[in-house]
């Protein structure tokens, strides 16, 4: 069984900036791409980053700039820096983790979410 837990989300003012961490835990072998995805009220959940094991990374275009995804492999943690928060980037976020078991090959985690609210 794999756990991912997430942390980092709160209440901060347009222009400040948080951190999100996402830790994965359990039983694989390694992990590949890890990514945080956002879900907005009314809206679909969106990939916001990823970052795949050897170091790929990719941004959604309203993020370029201003969020920056990073791994530590040695803690199976992914990050998202998050600087210049602007009200639209209001949403729930998810952490994804992709997992490799030898007897089961690739599967998908997901965390429980993390609520990231900017207003003033």
């Known amino acids: 069984q794999v756990q991912v837990v997430e942390s980092g989300g709160g209440l901060v003012q347009p222009g400040g900036s948080l951190r999100l961490s996402c830790a994965a835990s359990?039983?694989?072998?390694?992990?590949?791409?890890m990514a945080w995805y956002r879900q907005a009220p009314g809206k679909e959940r969106g990939l916001v980053a990823s970052?795949?094991?050897?170091?790929?990374?990719i941004y959604t275009d309203s993020v370029k700039g201003r969020f920056t995804i990073s791994r530590d492999n040695a803690k199976n943690t992914v990050y998202l820096q998050m600087n210049n928060l602007k009200p639209e980037d209001t949403a729930v976020y998810y952490c994804?983790?992709?997992?490799?078991?030898?007897?089961?090959?690739?599967?998908?985690?997901w965390g429980q979410g993390t609520l990231v609210t900017v207003s003033s």
């Open positions: 970052i795949t094991s050897d170091g790929s990374i």
């Open positions: 359990g039983s694989f072998s390694s992990i590949d791409r």
């Open positions: 994804y983790v992709q997992v490799y078991k030898l007897a089961s090959g690739y599967s998908a985690v």
